[in-house]
């Protein structure tokens, strides 16, 4: 019997771990950031816009990242992937698109109903797009 469980390559390796490192500071920051918000508010009234601002840099330093990463994950697609693989990978794509917008429409909102809509909108699509990358990564 064969075993086809094999370890990646090196390269891979580092292809994957940067991808994945992008997508813990882009999903995990948001997550975390919004847990803390309403004790920061506790702090100051000024806080939680603070450290939303502290967390912007470092944030879409990420997505860019990702999307940089992400452009390498895909030049590494064999061209013979399956039908359902490539609707994945076009649905993350959109999804992705819809993060990254959501996620710039939350830091112009000027209401508070449309702050908390667009960041629950990028936080939500942010852990889809998890999701469909790890489906992809099979
Ligand atoms: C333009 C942006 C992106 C592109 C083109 C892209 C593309 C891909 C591709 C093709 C894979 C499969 C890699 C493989 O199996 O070798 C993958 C994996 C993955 N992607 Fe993305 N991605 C993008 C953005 C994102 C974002 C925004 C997130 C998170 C919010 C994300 C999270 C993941 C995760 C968790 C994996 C699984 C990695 C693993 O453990 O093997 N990706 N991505």
Same mark, same amino acid.
């Given at each position: ?20 490192? %992008? ?5 995990? %920051? ?25 967390? @912007? ?9 990702? !999307?940089?990463? %992400?452009?390498? @994950? ?21 999804? !992705? ?7 710039? !429409? ?16 990028? %936080? ?15």
């Amino acid at each position: 019997m064969t075993n086809s469980v094999h370890l990646a390559s090196a390269i891979d390796s580092i292809r994957l771990s940067l991808h994945v490192f %992008g997508a813990c500071i882009w999903v995990g %920051g948001q997550f975390t950031l919004a847990a803390l918000v309403p004790l920061l508010r506790k702090v100051s009234p000024d806080a939680p816009k603070a450290a939303a601002r502290g967390f @912007n840099k470092v944030g879409w330093a990420a997505f860019a990242a990702l !999307v940089i990463t %992400g452009a390498w @994950n895909m030049s590494k697609v064999p061209s013979d992937a399956s039908a359902g693989y490539q609707r994945v990978l076009g649905a993350k794509m959109m999804i !992705v698109l819809l993060s990254g917008v959501a996620a710039f !429409v939350h830091t112009r909102a000027k209401t508070s109903k449309s702050i908390a809509i667009w960041g629950s909108i990028s %936080g939500l699509t942010a852990l889809l797009a998890m999701y469909l990358g790890v489906l992809l990564a099979g």
